[in-house]
């Protein structure tokens, strides 16, 4: 698998001496976690790990040098069962997902360290890393943060439409794997499926409504696709990473140097 981050931020290349030394108080360990998922005819299966990589990357290479930050391997295989029926979607259930990231937390809270985040580039995550958090803070004391995509980065360009129901393998996505692995995107192969309209002002919603429907991609979408690949450009995906880049660093900055100062 390709990677962005640098070695001197690769907690899994130090060894077990130089693990030691690090200020347990103050280090903050991430976990990435993705998916090996279906995305469309025309991105590869790793989109969510390849993207949570090059955006992981980017925003440690942001952080001073001397703020021990580090990424833990990747946990690359997600909760994807919304994209059952789709070949090379490899799916864990929720309570395998949940397991692991526990059991990481232990061994992180095992060797004294304190802080940890987990950074996750695939919705169907979302809920499961936000119970997570919470359940690490209670077993182990770990201070845990969470952090998703592009962390709330602003998208020149990018419309309405595509910013609200583009959920997957759509512009953004697209534009990023373009900018970055340009050789893993067939752009031949774009199609185009919405889940909604943005005018649609129904109570009924597929997300974040007053009230909301579960689905499945299958239901929506033959080729797997919810959005519109068809604008993406390399140029929007640079500048897109970035963005969401800057984003994540301040993000993972804020939390290397949060405090608690709540006392019971």
């Not at 991105?43 to 969510?48: E, I, K, S």
């Not at 955006?55 to 990424?71: E, I, N, Q, T």
């Not at 929506?220 to 994540?248: C, F, H, M, Y």
């Amino acid at each position: 698998m390709k990677t962005w981050v640098s070695e001197k931020r690769e907690f899994a290349y130090l060894n077990w001496k130089q693990v030691e030394a690090l200020p347990k108080e103050s280090t903050l360990l991430v976990l990435p976690t993705a998916a090996v998922e279906q995305h469309g005819p025309h991105l590869p299966l790793a989109t969510d790990t390849l993207i949570n990589n090059v955006v992981l990357g980017r925003a440690l290479d942001l952080l001073p040098v001397d703020m021990p930050v580090y990424a833990l391997p990747p946990v690359c295989y997600g909760k994807s069962n919304e994209h059952i029926g789709f070949p090379g979607t490899l799916s864990v259930s929720a309570t395998t997902f949940m397991a692991v990231v526990r059991d990481i937390g232990a061994s992180v809270a095992a060797a004294g360290f304190k802080k940890m985040a987990l950074y996750n580039t695939h919705g169907g995550n979302s809920s499961l890393v936000d119970v997570m958090a919470r359940d690490l803070r209670a077993e182990f004391g770990l201070r845990t943060f969470t952090i998703f995509g592009s962390a709330g980065a602003t998208f020149e360009g990018l419309n309405a439409q595509e910013r609200k129901y583009g959920f997957h393998a759509g512009e953004v996505e697209t534009a990023f794997l373009l900018a970055a692995t340009p050789e893993l995107v067939d752009t031949s192969a774009y199609t185009s499926n919405y889940i909604a309209k943005i005018e649609d002002k129904a109570v009924l919603q597929p997300e974040n409504g007053a009230a909301n429907f579960a689905w499945l991609t299958r239901d929506i979408a033959e080729s797997g696709v919810l959005g519109d690949p068809r604008p993406a450009t390399a140029e929007n995906g640079e500048l897109w990473l970035d963005a969401a880049a800057k984003q994540v660093a301040a993000g993972l900055e804020a939390m290397f140097r949060y405090e608690n100062h709540y006392k019971p």
